[in-house]
């Protein structure tokens, strides 16, 4: 049996609740296909301010560039909102990011057969939708300099810069057109080029990478239309790519295509040799945070999305996923998802009956 070393950061809010669960899980999976995982928990986000002052420590650091694979709950809360920005909890999971290199975030939105009535959309909008999108994560506007506030003619000027290199854009690219050739083979670039310089780059580069791919059909949207597309026809999209902020707000909007933002995994993938980060979608989600309410599904599915790109472990990535279906197919609902019929999760409820291990949440045991 091999051993995989996981750094483990449980951060604020929901997140120590779903990690939970989310161990609980991928031990049992690992455990049923011969893998070990040893797990390294560290500080992150405001739980690391109030231990040590800093969001994202060097003890942190270090242990996640050390692990195999890093796989992270959420960050924030209402304690820490009047922080500056550099001292927010926020900050340490861009720091992680940065860190990590891990520039390419994969967000998958498909939709489970059990929830295509969870949606807020019609059935016969959501039911088989499938997306990937592909999000830049470590450039943009986000980290482009100068960023700031100043004074002028008396007043206070808020200002951040959004930028993008050709190295940046080429490779996140690539990503998205490899991963766009394992699927439907289409692509959308999604971007605002028609105001933005920086959008402007970003699709010449894309249209001259698809000289490489010439089996995958191109397209190109505005952010503002893409978000209208996304709600009106779903299903014409296969993998979108697009830039950090854009990609923030389209991966939450594409969540209710599924049912909840509670159902969203990600992983983010850094250059070969160097730990990826793997996280929910979501955040920390302050207003249920520790009343036992939180869906855990979008943890477990990120443990599982661990496992098949970060470690190479594909069996057990579908146990995790085959577990996440039973508990569905089982009736079991958190409240976000919850239907008529169905039921929340109880820590009685033990196994499924076919054997598979429960990834409902209940009380700390
Ligand atoms: P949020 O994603 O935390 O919550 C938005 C809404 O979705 C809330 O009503 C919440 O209850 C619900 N929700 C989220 N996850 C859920 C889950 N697993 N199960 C059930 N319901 C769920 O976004 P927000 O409220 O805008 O932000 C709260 C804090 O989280 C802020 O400090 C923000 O900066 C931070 N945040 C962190 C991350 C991250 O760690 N990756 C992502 C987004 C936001
Ligand atoms: C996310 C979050 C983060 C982001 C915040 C908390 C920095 O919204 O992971 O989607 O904007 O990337
Ligand atoms: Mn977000």
């Given amino acids: 049996a091999a051993t995989h070393n996981i750094t483990v950061l449980p951060?604020?809010?929901?997140?120590?609740?779903?990690?939970?669960?989310?161990?609980?899980?991928?031990?049992?999976?690992?455990?049923?296909?011969?893998?070990?995982?040893?797990?390294?928990e560290a500080p992150i986000g405001g739980a690391a301010i109030d231990a040590t002052g800093d969001p994202y420590p060097a003890s942190t650091e270090e242990v996640c560039k050390a692990a195999d694979a890093v796989l992270l709950?959420?960050?924030?809360?209402?304690?820490?909102?009047?922080?500056?920005?550099?001292?927010?909890?926020?900050?340490?999971?861009?720091?992680?990011?940065?860190?990590?290199n891990a520039f390419a975030n994969l967000r998958p939105a498909v939709v489970l057969p059990q929830l295509a009535d969870a949606s807020t959309l019609k059935r016969e909008v959501v039911e088989g939708v499938d997306?990937?999108?592909?999000?830049?994560l470590v450039g943009g506007i986000y980290f482009g300099?100068?960023?700031?506030?100043?004074e002028e003619n008396g007043e206070r000027v808020g200002y951040n810069t959004m930028v993008y290199r050709e190295s940046e854009v080429e490779?996140?690219?690539?990503?998205?057109?490899?991963?766009?050739?394992?699927?439907?083979?289409?692509?959308?670039?999604?971007e605002k080029s028609n105001v933005l310089e920086v959008s402007q780059l970003?699709?010449?580069?894309?249209?001259?990478?698809?000289?490489?791919?010439?089996?995958?059909?191109?397209?190109?949207?505005?952010?503002?239309?893409?978000?209208?597309?996304?709600?009106?026809?779903?299903?014409?999209?296969?993998?979108?790519?697009?830039?950090?902020?854009?990609?923030?707000?389209l991966s939450d909007e594409a969540s209710m295509l599924t049912g909840s933002l509670g159902?969203?995994?990600?992983?983010?993938?850094?250059?070969?040799?160097?730990?990826?980060?793997?996280?929910?979608?979501?955040?920390?989600?302050?207003?249920?945070?520790?009343?036992?309410?939180a869906n855990p599904l979008a943890m477990v599915l990120?443990?599982?999305?661990?496992?098949?790109?970060?470690?190479?472990?594909?069996?057990?990535?579908?146990?995790?996923?085959?577990?996440?279906?039973?508990?569905?197919?089982?009736?079991?609902?958190?409240?976000?998802i919850m239907q008529p019929g169905c039921k929340q999760p109880r820590p009685s409820a033990g196994r499924h009956p076919s054997g598979s291990p429960m990834v409902a949440s209940g009380p700390p045991s």
């Fill in 263 to 293: 159902m969203l995994p990600s992983a983010s993938i850094s250059e070969p040799g160097k730990p990826g980060i793997y996280e929910p979608v979501h955040g920390s989600a302050p207003d249920i945070a520790g009343q036992d309410k």
């Fill in 202 to 249: 970003w699709k010449d580069v894309v249209i001259r990478v698809a000289q490489d791919y010439p089996e995958v059909e191109l397209s190109h949207m505005y952010i503002d239309n893409a978000a209208m597309q996304l709600i009106r026809n779903p299903k014409y999209f296969d993998v979108v790519v697009t830039g950090n902020i854009f990609g923030d707000i």
């Fill in 11 to 40: 951060g604020d809010g929901i997140g120590p609740e779903i990690t939970k669960v989310a161990l609980k899980a991928l031990t049992a999976a690992g455990k049923a296909e011969g893998e070990d995982f040893v797990y390294t």
């Fill in 145 to 150: 300099e100068p960023r700031g506030f100043k």
């Fill in 171 to 190: 490779r996140i690219a690539r990503v998205a057109f490899d991963a766009a050739m394992k699927r439907g083979k289409r692509l959308c670039s999604v």
């Fill in 73 to 100: 709950a959420c960050i924030g809360g209402y304690k820490w909102d009047s922080l500056p920005n550099a001292q927010r909890p926020e900050k340490g999971l861009l720091r992680l990011r940065s860190s990590l």
């Fill in 131 to 136: 997306i990937l999108i592909v999000r830049e």
């Fill in 302 to 336: 990120s443990a599982a999305m661990m496992c098949r790109y970060g470690l190479n472990l594909p069996k057990v990535a579908d146990r995790l996923e085959a577990a996440v279906t039973a508990a569905l197919d089982a009736g079991y609902r958190t409240g976000d």
